[in-house]
């Protein structure tokens, strides 16, 4: 049963509800202009073109109160109030309120029927225009929350292949270092066999080794020729 009546509510308060209001008040005051420009066209036209005259001038003349009033962010706020007033004195000719000889008392309903209209005409612009505002306003909004979501999701693609480059860099950078450490032992390693194993001295070639360790101050067998498996052994 709630629902029913949140159904209802989301009609009564929706620009739909508010438009269908306004072609029913439109409607009625077309027809009131319609006889008010009827009455005053002159006589000298004939039945047909004062008939056809009077539906299009009314037509005309109430589509243009309407957009002047559903459009009073652009105009002035007095325009719009004029419109409205407007459209109440046309409604009081329609009924002769006027005409003084009536009654007091049907006089007074005449006026007040005369400002009833012109209430509803500006009260229903008025709302139309805040409404459509509104909605344009919410449509915007879901838009922009599309255009954000679609902003998340490629930034958040962009955050994991950047994040999958990061991990296969860092385990090329894991490997490039085990491979560094490895270069570097292997050139310890090899430097150490260019040292002199007496005076520790650090020479280029095992050329320049083999001659050095041979007159090395350091040498107990110095002069003396080593063999060639002491010289490899020595090397090692």
Not at 188 to 203: M, R, V
């Amino acid at each position: 049963m709630n629902q029913f009546f949140k159904h209802i509510g989301n009609a009564i308060t929706s620009v739909s509800a508010i438009i269908f209001v306004l072609i029913l008040t439109i409607s009625g005051l077309i027809t009131c202009t319609h006889s008010l420009f009827y009455q005053v066209l002159p006589f000298s036209m004939g039945d047909t073109e004062r008939e056809l005259a009077s539906w299009v001038l009314s037509i005309a003349f109430e589509s243009t109160l309407l957009l002047v009033t559903a459009n009073n962010a652009i105009l002035s706020k007095k325009i719009s109030v004029v419109t409205a007033i407007a459209s109440g004195i046309i409604v009081l000719f329609f009924i002769q309120a006027f005409d003084f000889n009536q009654p007091p008392i049907i006089l007074m309903q005449k006026i007040f029927i005369g400002l009833i209209i012109s209430s509803i005409n500006y009260t229903f612009t008025e709302l139309f225009h805040v409404r459509w505002e509104q909605a344009n306003a919410q449509k915007n909004l879901v838009e922009k929350m599309n255009e954000l979501k679609t902003e998340y999701i490629s930034q958040n693609n962009e955050l994991t292949k950047t994040k999958s480059d990061l991990e296969k860099s860092k385990s090329d950078f894991d490997q490039l270092f085990s491979y560094t450490e490895e270069l570097e032992s292997f050139k310890a390693k090899e430097l150490e066999k260019l040292k002199c194993p007496y005076c520790h001295g650090q020479y280029e070639t095992i050329f320049k080794l083999t001659s050095h360790k041979g007159v090395c101050s350091l040498n107990p067998r110095k002069g003396m020729k080593q063999s060639v498996f002491e010289e490899v052994q020595s090397s090692r």
